[in-house]
């Protein structure tokens, strides 16, 4: 208790940053930590606990939970599901462009490459998070219009994942009807 402090009268704040100089600045970086977690929770919503931001443990488990099976089964479904449209349209273009080009060797890469950027889906989509979050953090002055923005930018679309699962079940039709046309005419004599 300082000299001008009465009996159970709190402490200013310039007393304890004065009394403690690092306090201050590691009560405040506490804080701004929370609030990252609170934020990145209320963007992603479903599924949160299943990001590496927010699981402690060890570098292994970190690691585990930054691998997205389900981006590396079905990467265009897992990017419209959390509104990454753009990932989604480049999982989408670059097999059309692999199939549309004579592009070689290379061409096994564009097919298989929507798979590992689907792979890494939650790391995308934590570095999506974390510059829309800032973004609207920056751009709002009220705490409840940011939080209700940030609630509105994140979460998922359930639409985009019926739109995805379409896209895969079409794909795969497709793919299924192309190989027994080839194999179909393929027996017929010329």
């Not at 709190?10 to 009560?27: K, N, Y």
């Not at 701004?32 to 949160?48: C, I, K, R, S, T």
């Not at 829309?132 to 209700?148: H, L, M």
């Not at 379409?166 to 497709?174: C, K, Q, R, S, T």
């Amino acid at each position: 208790m300082s000299d001008t402090q009465q009996e159970g009268e709190e402490p200013s704040p310039e007393a304890i940053s004065s009394a403690r100089p690092g306090e201050a600045q590691a009560t405040a970086a506490v804080e701004n930590e929370l609030q990252a977690l609170l934020d990145f929770d209320l963007f992603v919503g479903v599924n949160v606990e299943k990001f590496p931001f927010r699981s402690g443990g060890d570098s292994g488990s970190r690691w585990r939970t930054l691998i997205c099976w389900p981006g590396l089964l079905f990467p265009q479904a897992w990017f419209l599901y959390r509104k990454l449209y753009g990932w989604a349209a480049l999982c989408g273009l670059l097999p059309i462009v692999a199939v549309s080009f004579n592009l070689g060797e290379f061409k096994r890469v564009l097919l298989f490459a929507p798979s590992l950027i689907g792979l890494l889906g939650r790391r995308i989509y934590m570095d999506f998070a974390g510059r829309t979050v800032a973004r609207i953090r920056a751009s709002n002055d009220r705490e409840d219009d940011a939080r209700d923005n940030i609630h509105r930018a994140g979460g998922v679309s359930i639409a985009g994942a019926i739109i995805g699962a379409f896209i895969v079940v079409g794909g795969g039709a497709a793919a299924f009807l192309a190989g027994f046309k080839v194999g179909f005419h393929a027996g017929l004599p010329r």
